[in-house]
T-cell receptor, first 115, second 113 residues
Framework: AQSVTQPDIHITVSEGASLELRCNYSYGATPYLFWYVQSPGQGLQLLLKYFSGDTLVQGIKGFEAEFKRSQSSFNLRKPSVHWSDAAEYFCAVGPPNFGNEKLTFGTGTRLTIIP | GAGVSQSPSNKVTEKGKDVELRCDPISGHTALYWYRQRLGQGLEFLIYFQGNSAPDKSGLPSDRFSAERTGESVSTLTIQRTQQEDSAVYLC???????????FGPGTRLTVT
């Protein structure tokens, strides 16, 4: 069965510092990969997605993620965080075909930004 | 344009009562998904609609849970005889088959006392 692991439950980063959030997956084939952000009291917003091709994908709000097949990882990065980036981040995987985008989510990483 | 909306935003109910949660998807989105988010956990898939048919109900946790959708519009998730373990945030998402993006509503927080 497919699964997603986000090993860091909570990360604290200083404003302006770089950020990397880890995501590892277990799947029969290379799945489609996603990162979502959830701000307090709001629904999830898609940051970026990977289907195929270039393994470094750019997303919104200055985020990027790199797919590494050999490590079954899809880590999220940002060179310089802003206080507004404080939120919960979820990695998700989905079947590599269109027709039923049933996503499997990790348990999330809560990001705290300190001044 | 308007995003996905869900109502109510909060619902407190007594154990054993039935509840209905509503989702209004983005107009034109053919796909609709329900997820459950328990405290401190990731999202758990419940059910997927394509139009008004549900090709994947595999995530519904028990026969107390049911969902329906009217055409390519509103969907209702019904939980009968609620239990305390049903307490969670229920999230709805809508999208198009291509380009495989889901747009989430703000969720309904259900508390069963």
């Amino acid at each position: 069965a497919q699964s997603v692991t986000q090993p860091d439950i909570h990360i604290t980063v200083s404003e302006g510092a770089s950020l990397e959030l880890r995501c590892n997956y277990s799947y029969g084939a290379t799945p489609y990969l996603f990162w979502y952000v959830q701000s307090p009291g709001q629904g999830l917003q898609l940051l970026l997605k990977y289907f195929s091709g270039d393994t470094l994908v750019q997303g919104i709000k200055g985020f990027e993620a790199e797919f590494k097949r050999s490590q079954s990882s899809f880590n999220l990065r940002k060179p310089s965080v802003h206080w507004s980036d404080a939120a919960e981040y979820f990695c998700a995987v989905g079947p590599p075909n269109f027709g039923n985008e049933k996503l499997t989510f990790g348990t999330g990483t809560r990001l705290t930004i300190i001044p | 344009g308007a995003g996905v909306s869900q109502s109510p935003s909060n619902k407190v109910t007594e154990k054993g009562k039935d509840v209905e949660l509503r989702c209004d998807p983005i107009s034109g989105h053919t796909a609709l998904y329900w997820y459950r988010q328990r405290l401190g956990q990731g999202l758990e898939f419940l059910i997927y609609f394509q139009g008004n048919s549900a090709p994947d109900k595999s995530g519904l946790p028990s026969d107390r849970f049911s969902a329906e959708r009217t055409g390519e519009s509103v969907s209702t998730l019904t939980i009968q005889r609620t239990q305390q373990e049903d307490s969670a945030v229920y999230l709805c998402a809508s999208g198009l088959v291509i380009p495989y993006e889901q747009y989430f509503g703000p969720g309904t927080r259900l508390t069963v006392t």
